[in-house]
């Protein structure tokens, strides 16, 4: 099978923007594909849908936090909110313990909350791969995808202690979900690891008296000023089975995603999620020698935020330079 054409993929960027499921899974399939041919159809494909990235009417959120805290089904319960404010919906579960589980999981629930033959919902499920802070590294150019194509795209990760702050840095929003009755959240809360949500959420408020004090908890422990600045952390209590707190958590979303715009820091905040991406994927491939290479962390991922790149062409140009370094080196290196 090859790739499509250029004239395919020009039509393939239109229908995604039309949000056609059909094209939206061939474009993540595109993105998924490792072969050189492939590689170079899916640069194109970013290069005609990186206007998504400013697109100012589509919100990123990321929904964090320990399996079993209820992700999946406060993620359904929202998506049925969102729906019926008339928002198109698309979903990255992103599941570490098995590829497929996470979206099946969260698809199961749709079709018990939402008409199954909805078209303005897409769901996608990736497997965690590599080192890469559990993500998926497909999974910011498929958020791009995404963004051409619906209102608010979420990405479902389960997030245990340091793995938030990757989510965290390819969203607009990220929202993290505790477990009652579990003391690890206040635990991440102290260890400085909850600083990086902007919205703290304890679900099953059904469970009665250990929700209420895992929210006492959690709203004892929070220092209230998100680091971003200019947003006061909110603590909310849900029951994603009863629908309850729902409502008020998509209007604290939006009330976030309106603060940022207000604020001037969306533009540069989505610019930061592909550089963050293409750091991330030259350390998997080249380590941090790779990346010291490029004069370290800090020096690259400024460098390349304030470029107004394309995404895969820039990291095969970063990639293409750091072969030809190593090559040099272990030449001028041999006897
Ligand atoms: N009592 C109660 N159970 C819930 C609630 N939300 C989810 N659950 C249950 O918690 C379990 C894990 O839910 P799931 O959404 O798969 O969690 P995830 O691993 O975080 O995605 C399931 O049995 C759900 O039915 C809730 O609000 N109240
Ligand atoms: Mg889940």
Redesign the pocket.
Known sequence: MHPPETFAITALATAIGRGERAALAEALNLLDDRRPAARGQAAELLRLLQHAQDNTRSQLIGIT?P????????CAALITVWRQRGQRVGVLAVDPSSPLSGGA?LGD?LRMQTSADDDGVFVRSLATRGQFGGLSAEVWPMSLVMLAGFDVVLI?T?GVGQREVDVSRLCDTTCY?AQPGSGDSVQFLKAGILEVPHILVV?????GAVAHRTLAELDAALHREHPDGHWQVPVLA?????HSGIEALADVMEQHYAELQSQGQLAPRRRSYQAYWIHKRLQEEFGSFGIEQLGGEQALLAQLETQDLNLLDHYEVLRQGLYTRCLGSSASESP
């Open positions: 936090g399996p079993g805290a209820g992700k999946s089904t406060l999981v629930r479902e389960v979900v679900n099953k408020a059904d469970m849900t029951s994603a089975t009863h």
